[in-house]
């Protein structure tokens, strides 16, 4: 790898800067390893910068997750494009969905819905959880999934460093069979950088269904949980090296420690940097 090399410290300008936001952003999050955590926390950053923010799903969410936004609007019903705006008047930040289901999910937005909410004027960024993953730090996405809007201008796909280096279960994956097939993996084979690079690099890896023209960012989260940050440096240089710059960045960090550090592409320069 050409470029300056080995971990720095945490990102000045946080997830924002980290992730290379731009203005008016449609952000669809893949993965696992804490996709919800990374959402609200991006969310809140942008609430307390003064912009709009909504936060929604394309599949579904448990309710608890859903009410730790400061206020939920239930899509669809009498008045809810008039509450949407007035939430967002009020907090900053709300939390769309379709209705509570039995099983004790909320029930996603359409992603052609998502494409029109973006285009509202009063909304500054939309964040979309695009997938699930059961709770695990990795996981391959289904024939279904992601559902990811056309009008995503960014992809975030997750994974959660705990599982570098772990035996390869279902303990740690999520649609184990899948993560198999894409990864070449056996079961109880130790799951290295270069293997597990391939799951964000593959045609039907995490990033499977994204916009032609969305930029894609792979998020590591949970450094605090790894041993040995190197080997967090070896998955990074596996990914950018391999992605012939499809894949614009790295984030490798801790999000509830709010620590963010920054591995970018550009061409055959690919260096760490502090963000």
């Not at 936060?55 to 859903?66: M, N, R």
């Not at 206020?71 to 907090?91: D, I, M, N, Y």
């Not at 998955?235 to 992605?243: F, H, V």
């Not at 960090?253 to 963010?260: E, L, M, S």
């Amino acid at each position: 790898m050409n470029g300056r090399s080995g971990m720095e410290g945490a990102a000045a300008g946080g997830l924002r800067e980290a992730l290379g936001l731009k203005e008016k952003e449609l952000v669809a999050v893949v993965g696992g390893g804490g996709k919800t955590s990374l959402m609200l926390a991006l969310a809140g950053e942008l609430q307390a910068s003064g912009a709009r923010v909504v936060v929604s799903t394309t599949t579904k969410v448990w309710q608890k997750e859903a009410r730790l936004l400061p206020e939920s609007v239930t899509a669809g019903g009498e008045g809810w494009e008039a509450a949407l705006v007035q939430g967002l008047e009020r907090h900053g930040a709300v939390f769309l969905g379709k209705g509570l289901l039995p099983s004790g999910k909320v029930d996603g937005i359409a992603p052609e819905e998502a494409d029109a909410l973006i285009r509202r004027p009063e909304v500054d960024y939309l964040i979309v959880e695009a997938d699930g993953a059961a709770g695990r730090p990795l996981k391959a996405p289904a024939d279904h999934e992601p559902v990811i809007p056309g009008g995503a201008s960014l992809v975030v796909a997750v994974m959660g460093l705990e599982a570098l280096g772990k035996p390869f279960s279902e303990n740690w994956v999520f649609r184990a069979d899948r993560f198999a097939a894409l990864t070449g993996m056996q079961f109880s084979e130790i799951m290295t950088a270069p293997r597990l690079a391939r799951v964000f690099l593959a045609e039907a890896g995490l990033f499977k269904g994204s916009p032609s023209g969305a930029r894609r960012v792979v998020f590591l989260n949970k450094l605090d949980l790894l041993g040995s940050e190197a080997e967090a440096r070896a998955l990074c240089r596996a990914i950018l090296e391999a992605s012939g710059g499809g894949i614009e960045r790295v984030v490798v960090g801790a999000v509830r420690q709010k620590t963010f550090n920054v591995f970018i592409g550009k061409n055959d320069d690919q260096h760490l940097r502090q963000g």
